[in-house]
T-cell receptor, first 113, second 108 residues
Framework: DGGITQSPKYLFRKEGQNVTLSCEQN?????MYWYRQDPGQGLRLIYY?????DFQKGDIAEGYSVSREKKESFPLTVTSAQKNPTAFYLC????WGSGYGYTFGSGTRLTVV | QQQVKQSPQSLIVQKGGISIINCAYE??????FPWYQQFPGKGPALLIA?????SEKKEGRFTISFNKSAKQFSLHIMDSQPGDSATYFC???????FGKGTSLLVTP
């Protein structure tokens, strides 16, 4: 079955540590996105990528980094510069262009310990 | 700047009632308006979507009403069920613009 796989489901980070969240899709979608979800804040865009080797910052990119070396993969690194990383992280993908809905992964819950 | 404004933030409806969630947008260039449903601990899933060339779209118990002149659209859930209890997000165009979500609770 086609879909988006996020791993791990739960992740714990120590202070000052970088962690990488994985996102893989087998839908042959062009565009991929990372969102952060906090209670009452909705979905806030971190980064997005329309094509391989290209990506753009979203509204809250500070403290995060991404790469897009393959069409199927869009990993997100939460760096030590992100001061409040505890949140639910969602990866999504879609065909680029208007009129296509997103397919979301099941999310990664990151907690700072 | 929030380009899609969603209300209410939370909603409690009795089983069998009608749930109504509203969204307003600003950019007249938006041409695709989806709604997503999210259960706790899960990613959002596309529920229903509409384009601005129609005023209403119905899929089962879910209906989108669209008012282009007012730049507003709404989700109606008819005969609401406890299993509909979830968070609902509206979005506009490529869904880079999400509303902040509505937490719906349907009581038995």
């Amino acid at each position: 079955d086609g879909g988006i796989t996020q791993s791990p489901k739960y992740l714990f980070r120590k202070e000052g540590q970088n962690v990488t969240l994985s996102c893989e899709q087998n839908l042959n979608h062009d565009a991929m996105y990372w969102y952060r979800q906090d209670p009452g804040q909705g979905l806030r865009l971190i980064y997005y990528s329309q094509i391989v080797n290209d990506f753009q910052k979203g509204d809250i990119a500070e403290g995060y980094s991404v790469s897009r070396e393959k069409k199927e993969s869009f990993p997100l690194t939460v760096t030590s510069a992100q001061k409040n990383p505890t949140a639910f992280y969602l990866c999504a993908s879609t065909q680029w262009g208007s009129g296509y809905g997103y397919t979301f992964g099941s999310g990664t819950r990151l907690t700072v310990v | 700047q929030q380009q899609v404004k969603q209300s209410p933030q939370s909603l409690i409806v009795q089983k069998g009632g009608i749930s109504i969630i509203n969204c307003a947008y600003e950019n007249t260039a938006f041409d695709y308006f989806p709604w997503y449903q999210q259960f706790p601990g899960k990613g959002p899933a596309l529920l229903i979507a509409i384009r601005p060339d129609v005023s209403e779209k119905k899929e089962g118990r879910f209906t989108i009403s669209f008012n282009k002149s007012a730049k507003q659209f709404s989700l109606h859930i008819m005969d609401s069920q406890p299993g509909d209890s979830a968070t609902y997000f509206c979005a506009a165009s490529k869904a880079l613009n999400f509303g902040k979500g509505t937490s719906l609770l349907v009581t038995p």
